[in-house]
């Protein structure tokens, strides 16, 4: 199945503008396209105008759309066979083969998820078994492949609750073993940050319910099956908590969880609500990246860091460091990046390998600072002793980043060394083209146009230099040297200079002056 590098991806809906989605850095977002009975019984009519809208108007701000076939026959289940032609026609249109495509399909939609948090206890889904929607899953895949060899098929999203197992549709759908030939990837929801996996003094931590959720489909032989979650925020959190969290809690729950969840074998994962809507009940709109004047609440930077540290990192894997510290290490092009915090939520320290690197960039996960277009971070730099570097850990993470630095060369000479010749009656002003990776200037002056005449008048940090001692009617040469910590250029080309003059004293009329 065609799998993107993005990670990350938004939205329960197509509410807000791109602009907050396009500066977070995210991948995907969500499409639902419902489908109505006359759909079932008629796929040759599906009206395909607010789909293709949503997909253009994702594609031209560079987002991948993520589809959702979302049906609730409210009691009106027809046969199985009805749906895939259905499922067909909408991976037809959007699968990029130049074959009966949306006009004008520049990012194709590979990723469709047949139906949206499917459960036999909600009422759209009433009468709906079980098996009668495992059919509907194996028909979807077989006519979706069909049309595409390259498209994912998910079934539909668990919706994850505390002790909720016992609810898992999963739990009763894949008593069905065949099942699982008829889907490419599996997704869940889930709304809460952290609760105790274990219990008793080796309680292990669980963030987004994703360790249980693991551990439930490794009884069902997959636990290497491709794993997005496709709505995450912390809501649940904020209602379980008597709604006292606050905003700096929603920021520090976010930087902890989803580097959990990733290191835990999430391949995706999308937060749900990026935009305040007057219509969300209050648990929502607690959780939202925006408020409701359109300012960006700390927890947008954190997701927008995020993307930035880790997007299409190429491994994850989750290490317990012992006294309630835990690491998410990823590979990012290649190099190492940390994601450490402590799940008590108290400062301590842990030795974090950073194999033969020098050095340790530390960031601290939440930002010191923010408004509504930008935000600034706590930045240090570490020594690496033996292959470990002691970092200091919260509960709201930071991010450490073990790094060589790049060797300093010594600069080459400056270009294009120029002195005044007579402008100034008291100076000649020297100039020059700044060097690369030149951290300081020494200015040079000789009595003729030989490297061994030229000595040493000054230092600068800048690329022009004033030489007040000049000698009146003399014409000196000078010349430049670029420097920084790996020593000196060679001298720059010479260049003469001389300070200007004033005339004989002139009484005319009078009145005194130079002429």
Not at 68 to 85: C, D, F, M, Q, V
Not at 91 to 112: Q, S, T
Not at 148 to 157: H, K
Not at 179 to 202: K, S
């Amino acid at each position: 199945a065609a799998r993107e590098a993005g990670r990350f991806g938004g939205g329960g809906g197509d509410l807000g503008s791109y602009a907050n989605r396009v500066a977070l850095g995210i991948t995907y977002e969500r499409m639902p396209v419902n489908i109505s009975s006359n759909n079932l019984s008629n796929p040759a009519g599906i009206n395909f105008s607010d789909a293709d809208m949503k997909v253009a108007a994702a594609q031209s701000n560079g987002i991948h759309k993520f589809g959702i076939i979302a049906y609730e026959g409210n009691g009106y289940w027809p046969p199985a066979t009805n749906l895939g032609p259905v499922v067909a026609r909408y991976v037809e249109r959007y699968d990029g083969d130049g074959i009966d495509d949306m006009p004008g399909l520049a990012i194709p939609v590979k990723h469709w998820e047949i139906f949206n948090e499917y459960t036999t206890n909600w009422s759209g889904y009433a009468g709906c078994t079980e098996a009668m929607y495992a059919r509907y899953l194996s028909n979807a895949y077989v006519w979706a492949h069909g049309a595409d060899t390259g498209v994912t098929v998910i079934a539909s999203a668990v919706a994850t609750a505390r002790d909720s197992r016992a609810q898992w549709y999963l739990a009763r759908l894949l008593t069905n073993t065949w099942v699982t030939n008829y889907f490419d990837a599996m997704n869940y929801h889930a709304y809460e940050d952290f609760y105790p996996f274990t219990n008793g003094p080796a309680a292990q931590p669980d963030y987004l319910f994703i360790r249980d959720f693991k551990d439930f489909l490794a009884g069902y032989g997959l636990a290497d099956r491709e794993l997005w979650a496709t709505e995450t925020d912390f809501s649940g959190t904020y209602m379980n908590g008597g709604q006292t969290a606050s905003q700096d809690d929603n920021a520090r729950y976010l930087a902890r969880s989803y580097p959990f969840a990733l290191a835990c074998g999430v391949d995706r994962i999308f937060y749900t609500e990026l935009e305040y809507n007057s219509h969300f009940p209050a648990h929502l709109n607690w959780a939202v990246l925006t408020d409701s004047a359109g300012n960006r609440r700390k927890v947008f930077y954190v997701l927008q860091t995020m993307i930035e540290k880790l997007e299409g990192f190429t491994s994850a894997a989750l290490q317990d460091f012992g006294g309630a510290n835990l690491g998410a290490q990823f590979t990012v092009n290649g190099r190492p990046v940390w994601v450490v915090w402590n799940y008590s939520n108290v400062t301590s320290q842990v030795a974090l390998p950073a194999g033969t690197n020098s050095l340790v960039r530390i960031t601290q996960a939440l930002p010191a600072a923010f408004d509504n277009s930008s935000a600034s971070w706590t930045v240090t730099t570490g020594l690496v002793s033996g292959g470990y570097a002691l970092v200091d850990t919260g509960g709201g993470a930071v991010y450490a980043e073990p790094f060589e630095p790049e060797p300093v060369i010594i600069p080459g000479p400056p270009a294009n060394v120029a002195a005044s010749d007579g402008t100034y009656t008291d100076k000649v002003r020297i100039t020059w083209e700044a060097s690369g990776g030149a951290t300081g200037y020494r200015v040079y002056r000789g009595a003729d146009d030989s490297e061994a005449s030229a000595g040493l008048i000054g230092t600068t940090g800048s690329t022009a230099w004033d030489d007040t001692s000049a000698a009146a009617d003399t014409t000196s040469f000078y010349r430049v040297k670029a420097e920084n910590s790996a020593g000196q250029s060679a001298f720059s080309a010479a260049d003469f200079g001389f300070t200007g003059t004033i005339g004989p004293l002139i009484t005319a009329n009078g009145m005194v002056g130079t002429v």
